[in-house]
RNA sequence: GGAAGAUUAGCUCAGCUGGUUUAGAGCACCUGCCUUACAAGCAGGGGGUCGACGGUUCGAAUCCGCCAUCUUCCACCA
């Protein structure tokens, strides 16, 4: 096959993509190997893929490539999550555009909605996975609301009702009073508002409920809430006003009475230290109100207005009568003053209405147990976070967690299985049928249609916490007695988990938890953390920005092993992205580069009778040692995470090692204007290693590592460089890198020199250098630097110039290149540094507390140092010498 | 306001238990090269008082304190 001079990612990416379908190579059943085990993070099933997903999966990516070559049975799951806010929200836009409002809806109609959008856009973001090179096991491809998985929910909810666990309580939730629903604290957003601080006197009752002269003053920006109020509060601490205590004061206008009470949530210096307590309609005072029993009355309905339990200005809107109620405070005497005043108010994102916090039913799960088991598993290390900080915020909000809420005002989602009588009382199983039995025992003559299930569906966090069991078996959570079956005994726990931060609670704090209660242990073994993928001046990705390019765009254009390239490059763990297209062209560069490594290597012609170069068998012993060297320090970095540093590290052996140094020491020369051959050592070794280095990078690189593996001899139908086996690292002698680093020098030393004095690469020097130095690297030497090796034992007064590689004295021989001047001041320079250099490191040795200190190592290497230095400076002084007798 | 973390070259970051670091890498930049694998390339080069100030130590980018700036999470203050 002949190869482009260009590589073209599009022709090679489809192709191998689609053999490794057809092949199954991504598919994984249980077997006798060590599993390797990742649960992808599952996208939203209506979204498109972003530059986060193509980070995060890229690493699983990595991960799972990278384990299957090791030999491990390498298992990716992949699915979508129902996502019911952000799905719900999307098919009410959808609906509400061609004029459908989702309250003429039915449930059912609207859910029928809702699955034709699953329908048409469900499999997009997975498809997009796969542009990606994603080798995800898609046999097993999940989908957090299918039929098993939504009764895995519904059991474990019964499950924890059951246990005691799970309790219907009052809550303080974000209303929209247009869109009449709750919305999440997400999708409220604080806004910086001016209002007015209304001052208003409380007066002080006779006992009788009469208003004697005495008074307080509250200060509030919700005037029209006082109707409500259950108490007024201050600081234990607050002097000013300790009369208070044990009084009561008249709510004005109403003249209810209300007692003074004290709790330190009030600040002392925050408007006047007297605070009304509303507790349906502030969740702090709704608090307050819970520790000191205080009556909840809800005075503003579903719609923002005033009910009858506000007895005054009922039916008025909350801000009209906010304007009204001042005007009546004011003729009554208790408004004392108005102040300009701007604090946050939150709104709602959809229809940008003032939220109401309002009071309303909703079920909790206790997390008392669950977050103490959740917290000794990451404390104790059998999950270990990578990068470790987030160990600390998530103790934080393991040892703070309260209660979950996990019911959600929405249609979307696996509705809770609680079946209510017409007396209120209910039921909680896991059918109707069920519910009924159930109900047949409060209320024996029940019938099925008198039975009303619950209208909310559950926190799609509460379906995505079983992800790791429930994509496997989804019969176990919820049935402690059931066996694992096959698939989740080898499968679980999963290896490691690939996610952001920003869902360490949402998520994988519950993955935890439903992990040890259901499995009794660890969902996985490491959870690796990413960035937020920002632009390239740090503004996070988003699509009222503009700032995110499209994925598929750049895989169309650079290819997508290059764009993986990209995102890794500058990716450490736990740090953010700031995403700059640069880097996916250094990836398409290098795509480039391996193309055309791959095209010298194949170019070369092999005679089977010749012998190998001197310089053709130290390249091969160094790059043997080099290879094996990089190869421990990537299964380093693999081992820690450290995904960036381990693909630079291959980058530079495949650049600078392999191409820069080794293929051009093994090149053959010319010989009649045409080039030489090959013996075949040196060949089959350049193949060898050429094939070591597509391995190592395979992972990264999945699609032009198969393209070139496969091409480099006829492979049969079902070989696939996915399950060839890494390259091991072997050992190796120290020795045979130091020995060629010394020759690299040498080199450098050369071409440094070549460089200055414009002498062209190929014209042949003469270098000098003094006995000592390893003799079998210099045909490398002679080679690379193109230069004829002598050593002497004196430079004597040659015309050239000096150099100096370690203590090594080296010296290229130039007719009349030089420029005496020049190199004096250059060599003065070197000395006079040098002869600083030696005097700080004297100083330090003939520091007495140092040399009583130190360790012996850190001593004989100041030593070592003061040895060189002097051999340097003898040098250079002799140079200096030579050049000013000539 | 509370908590956690960060601050090293123009940019993105390494630098693990203080001493083999006379602070490194990649990219970008500058100079010279179309040398028959690759100009998406080759060769060479410049560039940092490690955020500020104190302290501990024979010795600090590294440990401690304080300040500044930034990021994230939590609470958003009647």
């Given at each position: 096959?002949?190869?482009?001079?260009?590589?073209?990612?599009a022709?090679?990416?489809?192709?191998?993509?689609?053999?490794?379908?057809?092949h199954?190579?991504?598919h994984?059943?249980?077997?006798?190997?060590?599993?390797?085990?990742?649960v992808?993070?599952?996208?939203?099933?209506t979204?498109?893929?972003?530059?986060?997903?193509?980070?995060?999966?890229?690493?699983?990516?990595?991960?799972?490539?990278?384990?299957r070559?090791?030999?491990?049975?390498?298992?990716?799951?992949?699915?979508?999550?129902?996502?019911?806010?952000?799905?719900?929200?999307?098919?009410?836009?959808?609906?509400?555009?061609?004029?459908?409002?989702?309250?003429?809806?039915?449930?059912?109609?609207?859910?029928?909605?809702?699955?034709?959008?699953?329908?048409?856009?469900?499999g997009?973001?997975?498809?997009?996975?796969?542009?990606?090179?994603?080798?995800?096991?898609?046999?097993?491809?999940?989908?957090?609301?299918?039929?098993?998985?939504?009764e895995?929910?519904?059991?474990?909810?019964?499950?924890?009702?059951?246990?005691?666990?799970?309790?219907?309580?009052?809550?303080?939730?974000?209303?929209?009073?247009?869109?009449l629903?709750?919305?999440?604290?997400?999708?409220?957003?604080?806004?910086?508002?001016?209002?007015?601080?209304?001052?208003?006197r409380?007066?002080?009752?006779?006992?009788q409920?009469?208003?004697?002269?005495?008074?307080?003053?509250?200060?509030?920006t919700?005037?029209?809430?006082?109707?409500?109020?259950?108490?007024?509060?201050?600081?234990?601490?607050?002097?000013?006003?300790?009369?208070?205590?044990?009084?009561?004061?008249?709510?004005?206008?109403?003249?209810?009475?209300?007692?003074?009470?004290?709790?330190?949530?009030?600040?002392?210096?925050?408007?006047?230290?007297?605070?009304?307590v509303?507790?349906?309609?502030?969740?702090?005072?709704?608090?307050?109100?819970?520790?000191?029993?205080?009556?909840?009355?809800?005075?503003i309905?579903?719609?923002?207005k005033?009910?009858?339990?506000?007895?005054?200005?009922?039916?008025?809107?909350?801000?009209?009568?906010?304007?009204?109620?001042?005007?009546?405070?004011?003729?009554?005497?208790?408004?004392?003053?108005?102040?300009?005043?701007?604090?946050?108010?939150?709104?709602?994102?959809?229809?940008?209405?003032?939220?109401?916090?309002?009071?309303?039913?909703?079920?909790?799960?206790?997390?008392?147990?669950?977050?103490?088991?959740?917290?000794?598993?990451?404390?104790?290390?059998?999950?270990?976070?990578?990068?470790?900080?987030?160990?600390?915020?998530?103790?934080?909000?393991?040892?703070?967690?309260?209660?979950?809420?996990?019911?959600?005002?929405?249609?979307?989602?696996?509705?809770?299985?609680?079946?209510?009588?017409?007396?209120?009382?209910?039921?909680?199983?896991?059918?109707?049928?069920?519910?009924?039995?159930?109900a047949?025992?409060?209320?024996?003559?029940?019938?099925?249609?008198?039975l009303?299930q619950?209208?909310?569906?559950?926190?799609?966090?509460?379906?995505?916490?079983?992800?790791?069991?429930?994509?496997?078996?989804?019969?176990?959570?919820?049935?402690?007695?059931?066996?694992?079956?096959?698939?989740?005994?080898?499968?679980?726990?999963?290896?490691?988990?690939?996610?952001?931060?920003?869902?360490?609670?949402?998520?994988?704090?519950?993955?935890?938890?439903?992990?040890?209660e259901?499995?009794?242990?660890?969902?996985?073994?490491?959870?690796?953390?990413?960035?937020?993928?920002?632009?390239?001046?740090?503004?996070?990705?988003?699509?009222?920005?503009?700032?995110?390019?499209?994925?598929?765009?750049?895989?169309?254009?650079?290819?997508?092993?290059?764009?993986?390239?990209?995102?890794?490059?500058?990716?450490?763990?736990?740090?953010?992205?700031?995403?700059?297209?640069?880097?996916?062209?250094?990836?398409?560069?290098?795509?480039?580069?391996?193309?055309?490594?791959?095209?010298?290597?194949?170019?070369?012609?092999?005679?089977?009778?010749?012998?190998?170069?001197?310089?053709?068998?130290?390249?091969?012993?160094?790059?043997?040692?080099?290879?094996?060297?990089?190869?421990a320090?990537?299964?380093?970095?693999?081992?820690?995470?450290?995904?960036?540093?381990?693909?630079?590290?291959i980058?530079?052996?495949?650049?600078?090692?392999?191409?820069?140094?080794?293929?051009?020491?093994?090149?053959?020369a010319f010989?009649?204007?045409?080039?030489?051959?090959?013996?075949?050592?040196?060949?089959k070794?350049?193949?060898?290693?050429?094939?070591?280095?597509?391995?190592?990078?395979?992972?990264?690189?999945?699609?032009?590592?198969?393209e070139?593996?496969?091409?480099?001899?006829?492979?049969?139908?079902?070989?696939?460089?996915?399950?060839?086996?890494?390259?091991?690292?072997?050992?190796?002698d120290?020795?045979?890198?130091?020995?060629?680093?010394?020759?690299?020098?040498?080199?450098?030393?050369v071409?440094?020199?070549?460089?200055?004095?414009?002498?062209?690469?190929?014209?042949?020097?003469?270098?000098?250098?003094?006995e000592?130095?390893?003799?079998?690297?210099?045909?490398?030497?002679?080679?690379?630097?193109?230069?004829?090796?002598?050593s002497?034992?004196?430079?004597?007064?040659?015309?050239?110039?000096?150099?100096?590689?370690?203590?090594?004295?080296?010296?290229?021989?130039?007719?009349?290149?030089?420029?005496?001047?020049?190199?004096?001041?250059?060599?003065?320079?070197?000395?006079?540094?040098?002869?600083?250099?030696?005097?700080?490191?004297?100083?330090?040795?003939?520091?007495?507390?140092?040399?009583?200190?130190?360790?012996?190592?850190?001593?004989?290497?100041?030593r070592?140092?003061?040895?060189?230095?002097l051999?340097?400076?003898?040098?250079?002084?002799?140079?200096?010498?030579?050049?000013?007798?000539?």
């Open positions: 096959m002949e190869l482009a001079a260009k590589y073209n990612a022709e090679v990416e489809d192709k191998w993509y689609a053999y490794w379908l057809e199954k190579f991504f994984s059943e249980p077997n006798e190997k060590e599993p390797y085990t990742i992808i993070p599952p996208p939203n099933v979204g498109i893929l972003h530059m986060g997903h193509v980070l995060n999966n890229t690493l699983n990516d990595v991960l799972i490539r990278n384990a070559m090791h030999g491990k049975n390498a298992c990716w799951v992949p699915g979508t999550d129902h996502a019911s806010i952000a799905t719900e929200s999307k098919v009410v836009a959808k609906l509400k555009a061609q004029g459908i409002s989702k309250d003429d809806l039915t449930r059912e109609e609207f859910l029928k909605h809702a699955w034709e959008w699953k329908e048409e856009h469900g997009i973001i997975l498809n997009q996975l796969r542009k990606l090179g994603a080798s995800c096991d898609w046999d097993r491809t999940r989908f957090t609301m299918e039929p098993a998985l939504s895995a929910v519904i059991n474990t909810f019964v499950y924890f009702y059951k246990k005691g666990w799970i309790y219907k309580g009052v809550r303080m939730v974000n209303w929209d009073p247009e869109a629903t709750a919305v999440s604290d997400d999708e409220v957003i604080h806004k910086d508002t001016k209002s007015h601080f209304y001052h208003l409380y007066y002080i009752s006779d006992g409920g009469n208003p004697t002269d005495k008074y307080l003053v509250i200060a509030t919700r005037p029209e809430t006082i109707m409500a109020d259950a108490a007024i509060c201050v600081n234990p601490n607050d002097e000013r006003h300790h009369w208070l205590r044990g009084k009561k004061v008249l709510i004005p206008l109403i003249n209810r009475e209300i007692p003074v009470i004290e709790d330190d949530y009030v600040e002392m210096d925050f408007g006047t230290g007297c605070l009304k509303t507790p349906a309609h502030d969740v702090h005072d709704y608090e307050i109100g819970l520790r000191h029993n205080l009556e909840v009355l809800d005075i309905d579903e719609h923002g005033l009910n009858e339990k506000a007895r005054i200005l009922v039916g008025e809107d909350r801000f009209v009568a906010r304007k009204k109620i001042v005007k009546m405070l004011e003729e009554a005497g208790n408004l004392e003053k108005v102040e300009e005043y701007t604090s946050p108010v939150g709104y709602s994102e959809r229809t940008n209405a003032v939220i109401e916090p309002r009071l309303s039913a909703q079920w909790f799960l206790k997390m008392d147990t669950l977050a103490k088991m959740a917290l000794d598993t990451v404390e104790s290390g059998r999950t270990k976070f990578i990068p470790e900080k987030y160990v600390n915020t998530y103790r934080h909000w393991m040892e703070n967690a309260r209660d979950w809420c996990i019911s959600r005002q929405l249609w979307w989602g696996q509705r809770i299985p609680a079946y209510y009588l017409p007396d209120g009382r209910y039921v909680v199983e896991a059918s109707a049928e069920a519910a009924l039995e159930a047949k025992a409060i209320c024996p003559d029940i019938k099925m249609e008198d009303h619950d209208e909310d569906v559950l926190d799609t966090w509460f379906s995505s916490w079983l992800w790791p069991i429930s994509v496997f078996d989804p019969e176990m959570p919820g049935h402690p007695d059931h066996q694992p079956n096959k698939d989740l005994a080898y499968y679980y726990p999963t290896s490691d988990l690939v996610t952001g931060p920003d869902i360490i609670f949402f998520w994988v704090a519950r993955m935890i938890m439903a992990g040890e259901f499995m009794g242990r660890e969902p996985f073994s490491n959870v690796y953390f990413t960035g937020i993928v920002r632009d390239k001046i740090g503004r996070k990705m988003s699509k009222t920005l503009g700032n995110s390019p499209d994925p598929l765009d750049l895989i169309k254009t650079y290819g997508a092993d290059a764009v993986r390239i990209g995102m890794l490059l500058c990716s450490s763990a736990g740090n953010d992205i700031f995403y700059d297209e640069a880097q996916i062209k250094q990836g398409a560069a290098f795509c480039n580069k391996i193309w055309n490594s791959y095209r010298l290597v194949k170019g070369f012609s092999v005679d089977e009778n010749a012998k190998q170069p001197a310089v053709a068998a130290e390249a091969v012993k160094w790059f043997d040692a080099k290879l094996s060297d990089t190869v320090q990537v299964e380093d970095h693999y081992r820690k995470f450290r995904i960036s540093d381990a693909l630079m590290a980058y530079k052996l495949f650049w600078d090692d392999y191409c820069a140094w080794y293929l051009e020491a093994i090149k053959p010989v009649d204007g045409k080039p030489g051959s090959v013996d075949p050592v040196t060949y070794a350049t193949l060898d290693y050429f094939e070591a280095l597509l391995k190592l990078i395979h992972p990264v690189m999945p699609f032009i590592t198969e070139l593996w496969q091409n480099m001899e006829e492979r049969k139908d079902g070989e696939t460089i996915m399950y060839a086996a890494a390259p091991v690292a072997r050992p190796f120290p020795d045979t890198l130091v020995h060629f680093e010394l020759a690299q020098e040498a080199v450098n030393g071409r440094g020199i070549r460089n200055q004095k414009n002498i062209a690469p190929k014209e042949t020097l003469e270098l000098k250098m003094k000592g130095f390893p003799a079998e690297v210099v045909p490398v030497i002679e080679k690379m630097g193109n230069v004829t090796v002598d002497a034992h004196e430079f004597g007064d040659m015309q050239g110039v000096g150099f100096m590689v370690r203590t090594y004295e080296m010296f290229v021989a130039l007719n009349g290149l030089v420029n005496v001047e020049e190199e004096i001041a250059k060599l003065e320079k070197d000395l006079a540094y040098q002869q600083k250099f030696l005097a700080g490191v004297r100083a330090k040795l003939a520091n007495e507390r140092f040399t009583a200190h130190a360790p012996a190592a850190v001593i004989e290497n100041e070592k140092k003061e040895a060189d230095s051999s340097k400076i003898e040098s250079l002084e002799s140079q200096l010498k030579a050049l000013k007798n000539s």
